[in-house]
């Protein structure tokens, strides 16, 4: 009558006893499936049911209010030690741990270890570390394990030297990848990679190159999946494609200043057409002969967290260098320029600014900023993060202070994580459910 609702011991009872049928019945009709261990979802699926201790009761009785979330609210944020040149591997854990959606994959305890040796999974150990970096202590952590198993699965990072931040992401990314394919088993891959894993769906999207014959005018286009976008800087070796001269841009808010580069001009010039040469010719599936060609760039599918790297260090036949131009980046980013589906808008790699711009479906916030300071041969990382308000911290190994966002604005830059503002339905749930803003 009151719309409240009701328990019901003896129907409690009842479900107890059919999952148990079920669960029986599985095992019994399943080779692969024991009924200590069921990894299939839906019915019959084990989960411990959970049953208050004594202890547990007093202290919920000590307790009786939810934790309220305040603007002093310092749950996550948690140091690392050095263990010798690992500033390179903090800066990214840091990255990776204030990710949303892998903060909430890990701390629901979604992983389920198919590894014979989980001692060797690096999953396992991620999951440890995002209960241990949220686990409310404040005294710094030690990554001693997840060191040691990078150096298992990722030897040419073995040893003290300094490594790259990037080069760890990304050796980082593919471990993870391959030590959680089982988990999220019989979701629909709906990202480029088709790999349901939870790095997939939110690291991988799908880059678009179209390669265009200069004779028959015929367009070859593929499409490959990437973790991260690599940006070209200016003052590198490779010639950099400049703003139209007296023409400034306000796209993703950042009014353009003359000499300062933007986030926005390093992707205008990755997704500008780029004319291959005569010595570079491809052949032609039309003319059935080597034709010069241009090459074109786009975004066909975005991921959830857009990663971008800045070229910084350069190694050529000349000389070993880092580039420590300064690239301005904003605080919201709109991708919608740079989609395939945005190439007509685009001509002559001039960019022009869509007329729809109220599509939310491609914006983003940054929440992650890896810097690095020094020289080629010697240097240190240190990373800003995004806590709760929209509060940064800067993590520099076992040292977290806070930061203001001018700080972070004003920072060289080296690795920029952008997550998406809007979350896009799955397919097959479209009709169910609606997108949920971060």
């Known amino acids: 009558m009151c719309k409240d609702y009701v328990y019901d011991i003896d129907i409690e009872q009842i479900a107890k006893e059919e999952q148990g049928e079920a669960l029986k019945l599985q095992a019994s009709t399943s080779t692969e499936v024991s009924q200590q261990q069921c990894s299939v979802p839906g019915l019959g699926e084990k989960y411990p049911t959970w049953e208050t201790t004594k202890p547990e009761l007093e202290l919920l009785g000590h307790n009786p209010r939810r934790r309220r979330i305040a603007s002093s609210f310092t749950i996550g944020l948690r140091g690392l030690i050095n263990l010798g040149n690992t500033c390179f591997m903090n800066c990214i854990v840091q990255a990776l741990t204030h990710t949303p959606i892998l903060r909430d994959f890990f701390l629901s305890d979604r992983h389920r270890c198919e590894m014979p040796s989980p001692e060797l999974c690096l999953v396992c150990e ?86 265009t014959c200069q004779a028959c005018h015929g367009v070859s286009t593929t499409i490959d999946p ?78 959830v967290v857009a990663c971008f790297h800045f070229k910084r260090f350069e190694h050529s036949a000349k000389q070993r260098r880092k580039i420590t131009t300064y690239i301005s980046f904003p605080l919201e980013l709109d991708m919608t320029p740079f989609m395939a589906s945005s190439k007509e808008t685009r001509m002559n790699g001039q960019l022009q600014l869509p007329t729809n711009s109220g599509n939310n479906e491609n914006k983003y916030s940054l929440f992650a900023v890896v810097n690095h300071q020094g020289t080629l041969e010697s240097g240190h990382y240190t990373s800003f993060i995004r806590h709760h308000r929209d509060q940064w911290f800067k993590c520099d190994d076992a040292v977290i202070t806070k930061a203001s966002i001018k700080d972070v604005l004003d920072s060289e830059g080296y690795l920029l994580f952008y997550h998406k503002q809007v979350l896009e339905p799955e397919p097959e749930k479209v009709k169910e459910m609606t997108p949920q803003a971060y």
């Open 126 to 211: 991620m999951s440890s570390l995002f209960r241990e970096l949220y686990s409310g202590n404040p005294s710094p952590h030690v990554p001693y394990k997840l060191l040691h198993l990078v150096w298992i699965h990722a030897r040419h990072l073995a040893g003290y030297r300094q490594q790259d931040a990037h080069e760890f992401l990304i050796a980082a990314l593919d471990v993870l990848h391959r030590h959680c394919k089982g988990d999220d088993v019989g979701k629909v891959a709906s990202n480029p990679n088709h790999c349901n894993c939870i790095i997939d769906q939110i690291f991988t999207g799908g880059l678009q190159s179209d390669v």
């Open 226 to 303: 990437c973790w991260d976008i690599s940006l070209d800087l200016p003052g590198s070796c490779t010639s950099f494609w400049p703003m139209s001269p007296g023409r400034e841009s306000s796209l993703n808010g950042e009014s353009h200043i003359p000499g300062i580069t933007t986030l926005t001009d390093c992707l205008r010039r990755f997704t500008r057409p780029e004319h291959l040469g005569s010595s570079a010719k491809i052949k032609c599936g039309s003319c059935q002969s080597y034709q010069e060609s241009t090459k074109q760039l786009t975004m066909k599918k975005l991921p």
